[in-house]
């Protein structure tokens, strides 16, 4: 089967830097099959880069290898990292993008809870050195023998991750690309709070396309029957799709997390809120 390789960055489709990626990957393994999960991240967002590379990547087939490229750091001494997973490759800055990816797993370092970060962070996180999960192996990218012959400062998505992602399409090891590495930095993402009461406090972590406001909690941590409160507006209950209700719905989206829509519009412009807008969700009988 033709090796995948996924391209997930913040370049956008203006220039030519997807295509040059693309170019430099088949030059070196033409028989690659390239998917682009997506070049719309918000520039240096790199929360919405995690969010999008974990929301995708579980439905590729194993062994797929991910490239992922939001890199404000580009140049300055963070590292490029490749890791192997059990299930797929993931190479990119190690900037904490592959945080949600990697750091769910036994033996890892947890991601986050309530008290992590205090008051929500934005898409500028303080990243930590964390402990990989044993089932995992990593390397810090050797720029002299992955990368193309001149490497420069500016480009590492071209220079570094590319060739690096395309000489394990053809079967190089891992372990000849780098020095072998134990930790990883990564964000504290806030785990949304859970209170006596069964009411749930979290935030919106992310605007997608159509303007729905996607947030940290998940399907586990809602209560069985409960309603909606965000910027000042009430919904009273959660649904099922898109389509109920009027205006205002709140509703499980694709990911698995709680998000807050208006329908046939943009919540998020009608609203006026974005990253970091609390969302509480509290059961009927205390709300």
Not at 19 to 42: E, F, N, R
Not at 153 to 171: E, K, Y
Request: contains cysteine.
């Amino acid at each position: 089967m033709r090796k995948i390789i996924t391209l997930t960055t913040d370049f956008g489709l203006r220039d030519g830097y997807v295509g040059t990626m693309k170019a430099v990957i088949l030059s070196i393994a033409p028989a690659t099959q390239i998917v682009d999960i997506t070049h719309q991240v918000a520039p240096q967002n790199i929360l919405q880069g995690a969010l999008a590379l974990a929301a995708a990547a579980r439905y590729f087939p194993a062994g797929t290898i991910h490239v992922v490229v939001v890199d404000p750091g580009v140049g300055s001494a963070r590292r490029a990292i490749g890791v192997q997973t059990p299930e797929a490759t993931f190479i990119g800055p190690d900037n904490g993008l592959l945080s949600l990816v990697l750091f769910d797993r036994p033996g890892s370092t947890p991601v986050g809870k309530a008290s992590d970060a205090g008051p929500f962070l934005d898409a500028t996180y303080v990243t930590r050195q964390r402990l990989l999960s044993p089932s995992c192996h990593a390397v810090s990218l050797d720029h002299e023998r992955v990368g193309l012959p001149l490497v420069g400062n500016t480009f590492h998505g071209r220079d570094i991750f590319a060739p690096a992602a395309a000489r394990v399409a053809l079967g190089t090891p891992l372990s000849w690309l780098g020095a072998t590495v134990s930790r990883l930095a990564m964000f504290a993402l806030p785990r949304p709070e859970c209170r006596p009461d069964g009411t749930v406090v979290g935030h919106v972590i992310d605007v997608d396309h159509f303007g729905n406001l996607i947030t940290d909690i998940e399907s586990a941590a809602l209560p069985v029957d409960g309603r909606v409160e965000v910027c000042g507006h009430t919904i009273a209950k959660i649904s099922r799709s898109y389509a109920e209700g009027r205006d205002l719905v709140a509703l499980l989206g694709s990911s698995g997390r709680l998000e807050v829509a208006w329908r046939n519009g943009n919540a998020a412009e009608r609203l006026g809120v974005g990253v970091g807008a609390p969302v509480m969700v509290a059961p009927r009988q205390t709300a």
